[in-house]
């Protein structure tokens, strides 16, 4: 959605009046405690309300619940969530008067430059590093502010404002650091003005508003070049392997640094067998840290939070405390509790993997944490369209699961046509022929009641997926053998 009157100036936020449209989302939630922050006045609506909402509110921040339609007389500035098309009725008014509208990408690019901004992108592992690397900037007492698409605890939520100013290090008296998970869906990264970046990954996914992988790595490579140059402080660490580096630094004007498990990566990152993991930079070690997070990806994450950290003032010492105290976010890999069977507790744990790659890592991750007789993983698909899509990819992801089972596909954002097109009981064939227990179930409830007949002594169970699965997880844990949800 990029509205018509996009272009139109904007007002000093300081004293305006902003109304949040989609406001109980949570990246518009935690946009909305930034804009508070920088002295707006902010208000707005949401069609569902819900936890979210009563939070915003206890913070100050008044939201309606209903269909929208009408704004604030005193009005200054619109900002609306990419779910809200043109023809959303809040919005058509605002156009109507003359308001200032941006979606929140172009918001998060407006407070980009009046902070020093760090960006964080790529395919996965976006929210866990942005957190990440917001908490070892806090432990080394440069106070950043951020904004993520998932909530950390430790953070005290999904966003922090964060100094005006980076009170101490390399950067003391610059402009205040604003970590932000930067998405690619809809090219909205693509309205971001950071002058640090981290590409963890770049694979196909959101092939519903790309044509093609090539798509896909093109965005990239824009959001690339709109780094600053060297010279002015623009920076990108790019993972060595899995990001077609080549392509998406080709031509930028950045300084660019590599990260990865290769030995020409600038800083090569090493598992021990103890568990601790090393970076090293021409040979010497930078970072050395036994993390809390299950997984070599995370080790991959920590390390990129790691060294730009490190660029960014943050004192070794502190980071490497930092990496080894961070204890994750929810709905990744989160530890929900233990569901009291008959015969015994299973270990269940719940993540927002939705892409075949996250799915992979995972579930190996926790396997190798675990060790479990056998591991459940419940998966609810997301998108028809991108179960389509990707379907050989899913099919063969759950390689490290013993048994997988498959509600039905979450429907978001897809043409009504796209639900002809792909089942879970497609995808529960294609997954049995490579080799894994699988099952389409229907309903969420089904789902439940499915897992509770399923499970033995000594399994484990993972709720996976980006729509509301993690209610099977918090049923099984709550009431046992207990009510459905």
């Known amino acids: 959605m990029r509205p018509a009157t996009a272009t139109a100036p904007l007002p000093t936020l300081r004293g305006s009046r902003v109304w949040m449209v989609g406001a109980g989302g949570t990246g518009m939630s935690g946009l909305a405690r930034l804009l508070l922050a920088a002295g707006a006045r902010v208000a707005g609506e949401d069609r569902e309300g819900g936890e979210t909402v009563d939070r915003l509110r206890a913070d100050g921040i008044p939201i309606a619940e209903g269909p929208g339609g009408a704004i604030p007389d005193d009005a200054a500035l619109v900002v609306a969530t990419a779910a809200a098309g043109a023809s959303h009725p809040t919005l058509r008014a605002a156009m109507e008067r003359g308001v200032p509208v941006r ?66 290090g390399a950067l003391a008296g610059q402009p205040g650091l604003l970590v ?83 030995a020409q990566a600038t800083h090569r990152v090493e598992r021990l067998v103890d568990g601790t993991v090393h970076v090293t930079r021409a040979g010497a070690v930078s970072l050395q840290w036994r993390p809390r997070l299950m997984g070599a990806h995370n080790a991959l994450n920590g390390a990129a939070a790691g060294v730009i950290a490190l660029r960014l003032g943050a004192a070794r010492e502190d980071v490497e405390r930092a990496l080894e105290s961070f204890v994750g976010l929810d709905r990744r890999q989160q530890f929900v509790g233990l569901a009291r069977m008959p015969f015994g507790d299973v270990r269940v744990f719940d993540d927002y993997g939705h892409h075949p790659t996250e799915i992979r890592v995972t579930l190996q991750a926790i396997r190798e944490a675990t ?47 796209e639900r002809t097109k792909v089942s879970s009981e497609m995808l529960a064939e294609r997954v049995r022929a490579a080799g894994t227990s699988a099952l389409a179930v229907g309903s969420l409830e089904s789902a439940l009641e499915r897992a509770r007949a399923s499970l033995q002594v000594g399994d484990v169970l993972v709720t996976m997926g980006a729509g509301s699965v993690w209610r099977v997880a918090r049923e099984l844990v709550q009431s046992g053998a207990g009510d459905a949800c």
């Open 103 to 168: 979606t929140y990408a172009q918001m998060l690019g407006e407070l980009h430059r009046v902070r020093t901004g760090v960006s964080v992108a790529g395919t996965h592992g976006k929210s866990t590093t942005t957190c990440l690397l917001t908490w070892i900037l806090l432990q080394a007492g440069l106070d950043p502010g951020f904004i993520a698409g998932a909530t950390c605890a430790p953070l005290g939520g999904n966003a922090r404002p964060g100094a005006e100013r980076v009170p101490s």
């Open 371 to 417: 060790t479990p007789r056998r591991l459940v993983c419940v998966f609810q698909p997301h998108q028809h369209s991108r179960t389509r899509l990707l379907m050989d990819s899913f099919a063969t992801a759950f390689g490290h699961a013993d048994l997988v089972l498959l509600p039905d596909i979450h429907f978001v954002r897809d043409p009504e046509a």
């Open 180 to 262: 932000t998970e930067s998405c690619e869906f809809d090219r909205s990264f693509h309205h971001l003005r950071p002058a640090v970046a981290i590409v963890n990954n770049v694979e196909a996914e959101h092939l519903d508003c790309y044509g093609s992988l090539e798509d896909v790595i093109d965005a990239f490579q824009q959001f690339a070049a709109s780094l600053p140059s060297a010279r002015d402080g623009g920076f990108l660490l790019i993972a060595h392997e899995g990001a077609h580096r080549e392509r998406v630094t080709h031509g930028i004007a950045a300084a660019v640094e590599t990260f990865g498990t290769h």
